[in-house]
């Protein structure tokens, strides 16, 4: 009797069968992994949108803080002035709001008389860009502390006042 050679169709059955076990195992993993760190780049992000907005405020005391996200960007090459402070890269301080970066959409709202008076505070604010790229909106204003919410369906309308980001959990 000869001998044959290779695999029977049952062998690679079974072998089928276990990539697709620890492929349904893994993939979740991954994902879940996946909108922890757009998570963690999201609320990092509205840190640096923090900190440039209040940056703006000192360097530009007439105009006090950001009345939007674009104030503080500029198209490259960038001039420094108050209506393109240069502080954020094209991307994060585009010339549109929102801003797309990190599976994340960004918005800044000046609150005040806006010009001339100057604006008296400022709410940033960031949304997933889908169900798969996060679970948490972010916002927050001059205090400088980072709040979040849940999402339900994302992206959610925008916390476009002090009073509304204010209430919520701080990061």
Same mark, same amino acid.
């Given at each position: 009797?000869?001998?044959?050679?290779?695999?029977?169709?049952?062998?690679?059955?079974?072998?089928?069968?276990? *990539?697709?076990?620890?492929?349904? *195992?893994?993939?979740?993993?991954?994902?879940?992994?996946?909108?922890?760190?757009?998570?963690?780049?999201?609320?990092?992000?509205?840190?640096?949108?923090?900190?440039?907005?209040?940056?703006?405020?000192?360097?530009?005391?007439?105009?006090?803080?950001?009345?939007?996200?674009?104030?503080?960007?500029?198209?490259?090459?960038?001039?420094?002035?108050?209506?393109?402070?240069?502080?954020?890269?094209?991307?994060?301080?585009?010339?549109?709001?929102?801003?797309?970066?990190?599976?994340?959409?960004?918005?800044?709202?000046?609150?005040?008389?806006?010009?001339?008076?100057?604006?008296?505070?400022?709410?940033?604010?960031?949304?997933?860009?889908?169900?798969?790229?996060?679970?948490?909106?972010?916002?927050?204003?001059?205090?400088?502390?980072?709040?979040?919410?849940?999402?339900?369906?994302?992206?959610?309308?925008?916390?476009?006042?002090?009073?509304?980001?204010?209430?919520?959990?701080?990061?």
């Amino acid at each position: 009797m000869q001998k044959q050679k290779g695999f029977s169709l049952i062998e690679l059955l079974i072998v089928v069968a276990i *990539i697709l076990i620890i492929a349904a *195992i893994a993939i979740p993993n991954l994902l879940r992994s996946r909108m922890a760190a757009n998570e963690s780049a999201g609320a990092q992000t509205v840190r640096t949108v923090i900190s440039n907005s209040l940056l703006y405020s000192t360097t530009y005391p007439a105009f006090g803080y950001p009345a939007t996200i674009s104030v503080l960007g500029g198209a490259i090459p960038c001039t420094a002035n108050s209506a393109t402070a240069c502080l954020l890269d094209a991307v994060l301080g585009c010339a549109a709001q929102p801003c797309s970066r990190d599976a994340y959409l960004y918005t800044v709202t000046g609150i005040g008389a806006g010009a001339p008076a100057p604006n008296t505070d400022f709410v940033a604010y960031a949304t997933p860009t889908g169900p798969n790229a996060g679970n948490k909106n972010f916002c927050a204003t001059s205090d400088g502390v980072v709040r979040y919410v849940k999402s339900t369906a994302p992206p959610d309308a925008a916390l476009v006042t002090a009073a509304t980001c204010q209430p919520l959990l701080p990061l």
